[in-house]
């Protein structure tokens, strides 16, 4: 079989810039990835290898960066990275689609956006869901999108305050043995967080609205016997619930109200013989309409790329462990 080549054109100067990256790195990358190679030669990319689809496939690709570049994103390796990823689990990748979706602009005017289909599936299931259940691993998103869009609700008007809440298990103590008032207390169980809103409000703008109510921080047990109206409400690690925590939280939800509960069930911290209400729940809230489970995988993890290794080679530890 002889070489296949595609030839694409690519406007000059800022464009060029914008696509291919510091060194070409965006270019180098696609052809470790794939037996193609790619070159630019002014204003032409040509994509050449022995594989008539694989050709296809990665000039498909740099198609949707080019005219992303063209309106002005510049082109990073962690979204070519990711988008390769997308190719190899779905067989297909919705660049545009990803890097036109704004979530939240942060503090310092940085757009967030979904960077995996599985986050852009979270979001829009927030956006038509009265409740939504994200479970997934470490570095998925699952918290900082969840407040993100809690940002963006607040700013837009579409809700009056944002709630977070998270049980106080982690470290097998109750808070009545930690030091200090009931948001000393509580703090280093909300720390993560606490640095998402950080970067999307400023600590000074996020200061001004824990002091007014606008955001409320709360321990789970805290939470019986209200009903918040009107709210963003943020259960992080639900995992560490009990199915009576699980529906108590569940049941405080208000009118005009939204709930994200997020947790990860390979990260249980309970007593040992306790069920999670995570777990639990899934069994029970299947199936009714305004409640969406979205399930996030290795393919979602958009931190450093050792740690989706990482979360791959312990999901084949726990598959070998499993019992047959």
Known sequence: MGSQSRHIPVDGGEVVARLVGPGDENLRALE???????????????????????????????V?????ARRGHRVTLPE?????????????????????????ITARGKA?????????????????????????????????LAV????AALKAGHVNRVVLVRPAVEAGESLGFLPGDLQEKVAPYLRPLYDAFYELL???????????????????????????????????EAQNTTPEQMKM??????????????????????????????????????GIEGIEFVTLGHRDVVRHEIVQKIVQAYDRYEEQRRPQ
């Open 64 to 68: 949707q960066f080019v005219a992303v």
């Open 202 to 236: 400023s600590p000074e703008r996020f200061a001004r609205y824990v002091e007014k109510g606008v955001i409320e921080i709360a321990p789970l047990a805290y939470m019986r016997g209200r009903t918040l109206n009107d709210s963003f409400i943020i259960l992080d």
């Open 148 to 151: 993100a869009v809690a940002v």
């Open 112 to 144: 967030v956006r979904p960077k995996t289909a599985g986050q852009k599936r979270y979001i829009e299931a927030i956006g038509r869901n009265d409740i939504v259940f994200s479970i997934g691993p470490a570095g998925t998103g699952k918290t900082y």
């Open 80 to 104: 070519v990275k990711l988008a390769m990823n997308a190719l190899a689990d779905g067989g297909r990748a919705d660049v545009a689609g990803l890097l036109e979706e704004v979530t939240c």
């Open 32 to 62: 470790e990835r794939y037996p193609v190679s790619v070159v630019l030669r002014g204003s032409e990319l040509t994509v050449q290898g022995p594989d008539g689809e694989v050709v296809e496939l990665v000039s498909d690709l740099l």
């Open 249 to 286: 939280f569940l049941t405080r939800l208000g009118f005009g109200s939204k709930a994200v509960v997020t947790g990860d069930v390979t990260q249980i911290d309970l007593p040992s013989g306790k069920d999670s209400g995570l777990k639990v729940v899934q069994h029970v809230l299947g």
